[in-house]
């Protein structure tokens, strides 16, 4: 049963960057069947995708976010990390890792099929 | 950008009762639909992707449908164990996006 969670600071000073490590149960990380993506959600508010990026280096971001972030995949660690420079108060949330199937035989691909148990970032001075 | 609606955002329903919930893309995504169900501290789960197909291990009295821009997740008898939130997340292209959610409260 794959695993996922999130690690980092709790809590990040106004303008500075938020640093998050995704730990991944397995190897599946380097495989090429899998986009690994974040997502945070705001208190009271629904999910919000951040991006998503593959083994090898590709990206997505969310364009409301995208000038802000950066993802990337250390197979040999199994992490997937994501950085979000210049934070303010609106970017409290509680953060998300999640694995994407990128096989749309089956039409399971971009669904966020394993979830980590999310992690509280408070933006705060 | 793909834009995702979903109605209500709130439903109160008794034990036994069929419940629906829709979601509307702002542009045509074909069947790349995706429902997740929320409970309180808890990250999401899904339930149905595909608009149709169910997740293995989601009970039968979950179902999906819908094509194109119009999509309904409907529960045809609530349980007890289904208050949560409902959101639904287009996965035809990137960016992907999340619908606004529909809280499901047993009465």
């Known amino acids: 049963q794959l695993q996922l969670q999130e690690s980092g600071p709790g809590l990040v000073r106004p303008s500075e960057t938020l640093s998050l490590i995704c730990n991944v149960s397995?190897?599946?990380?380097?495989?090429?069947?899998?986009?690994w993506g974040w997502i945070r959600q705001a208190p009271g508010t629904g999910p919000e995708w951040i991006g998503s990026?593959?083994?090898?280096?590709?990206?997505h971001f969310n364009p409301s976010l995208k000038s802000r972030v950066t993802m990337s995949v250390d197979a040999t660690k199994k992490q997937v990390s994501l950085k979000l420079m210049s934070v303010t108060a609106a970017d409290t949330a509680v953060y998300f890792c999640?694995?994407?199937?990128?096989?749309?035989?089956?039409?399971?691909?971009?669904?966020?099929?394993?979830w980590g148990q999310g992690t509280l970032v408070t933006v705060s001075s | 950008d793909i834009q995702m609606t979903q109605s209500p955002s709130f439903v109160s329903a008794s034990v036994g009762d069929r419940v629906t919930i829709t979601c509307q893309a702002n542009q045509g995504i074909s069947i790349w639909l995706a429902w997740y169900q929320q409970k309180p501290g808890k990250a999401p789960k899904v339930l149905i992707y595909?608009?149709?197909t169910l997740e293995s291990g989601v009970p039968s009295r979950f179902s999906g449908s819908g094509s194109g821009t119009h999509f309904t997740l409907t529960i045809s008898s609530l349980q007890p164990e289904d208050s949560a939130t409902y959101y639904c997340q287009q996965t035809n292209r990137f960016p992907l996006a999340f619908g606004g959610g529909t809280k499901v409260d047993i009465k």
């Open positions: 397995d190897d599946s990380v380097s495989s090429t069947r899998y986009y």
């Open positions: 999640g694995r994407q199937p990128i096989d749309c035989s089956a039409s399971r691909c971009y669904i966020f099929d394993s």
């Open positions: 595909g608009a149709s």
């Open positions: 990026v593959y083994y090898s280096g590709t990206t």
